[in-house]
């Protein structure tokens, strides 16, 4: 699968920190391969279909995390402020 240089540095942009680790562990695959799937090089197909599903997954297990922060944030402030003293309108 050849993807664009577009495309891989959007792929990339949306990847956590410490990707490559997490690709290699997650596929299986050394790490040379899947940076050379990330630098735009051949690879075999089965393989960059593996490193796609990997970071598709990673994508979604890091926002599904934010989302599940950003709720519980969103949950603990109003009572927070009601213990605090802090009677404003809380934002959002």
């Known amino acids: 699968m050849k993807m664009t240089e577009r ?3 959007a792929l990339k942009k949306k990847l956590p920190v410490n990707y490559i680790s997490q690709l290699v562990k997650h ?5 040379s391969t899947i940076c ?8 075999r197909s089965d393989n ?3 490193i ?3 970071a598709v997954q990673l994508i979604e297990s890091l926002e599904t995390r934010h989302q599940e922060r950003m709720e519980r ?3 603990d402030v109003p009572a927070c402020r ?3 003293g802090d009677h404003r ?4």
């Not at 050379?36 to 690879?43: D, I, W």
Request: charged residues 30%; neutral net charge.
């Open 36 to 43: 050379n799937f990330l630098s735009g090089r051949k690879v």
């Open 82 to 84: 009601r213990e605090n």
């Open 73 to 75: 944030i969103n949950d």
């Open 27 to 31: 596929t299986g695959l050394s790490k």
């Open 7 to 9: 495309d891989l540095n």
């Open 48 to 50: 960059g279909e593996s």
């Open 89 to 92: 309108k809380s934002v959002g």
């Open 52 to 54: 796609l599903e990997g």
